[in-house]
């Protein structure tokens, strides 16, 4: 079993920053691709940022500039620091991977999410 397991939500000030991490546990062979995804009540989740193993990343429009998504791959583990919040970034964060438990069985997982909350 695969398990990801999400810290560092919470409530913060517009302006001020929070730091999510990730941390991925169980039967794992090796890990591609690792995410961050949103969802805002009322609102479709949307990815956030990605990253693959060889460190390529790729940003949502919305967050460029101050959001990055980094990953400690001896750690299993995906972090999300998060700059300059503004009210629209308040939602559940969910953290996503594509994780081989074997040779042969690559499979995609979520978190359980985290809440953000932005206050104004």
């Known amino acids: 079993q695969v398990q990801l397991v999400e810290s560092g939500g919470g409530l913060v000030q517009a302006g001020g920053s929070l730091k999510l991490s990730c941390a991925a546990s169980?039967?794992?062979?090796?890990?591609?691709?690792m995410g961050w995804y949103r969802q805002a009540l009322g609102r479709q989740r949307e990815l956030v940022a990605s990253?693959?193993?060889?460190?390529?990343?790729n940003y949502a429009d919305s967050v460029k500039g101050r959001f990055t998504i980094a990953r400690d791959n001896a750690k299993n583990t995906v972090y999300l620091q998060m700059n300059s919040l503004k009210p629209e970034d308040t939602a559940v964060y969910y953290c996503?991977?594509?994780?081989?438990?074997?040779?042969?069985?690559?499979?995609?997982?979520w978190g359980q999410g985290t809440q953000v909350t932005v206050s104004s």
């Open positions: 990253i693959t193993p060889a460190d390529f990343t």
């Open positions: 169980g039967s794992i062979s090796g890990i591609n691709t």
């Open positions: 996503n991977a594509n994780i081989w438990s074997s040779r042969f069985n690559l499979n995609n997982y």
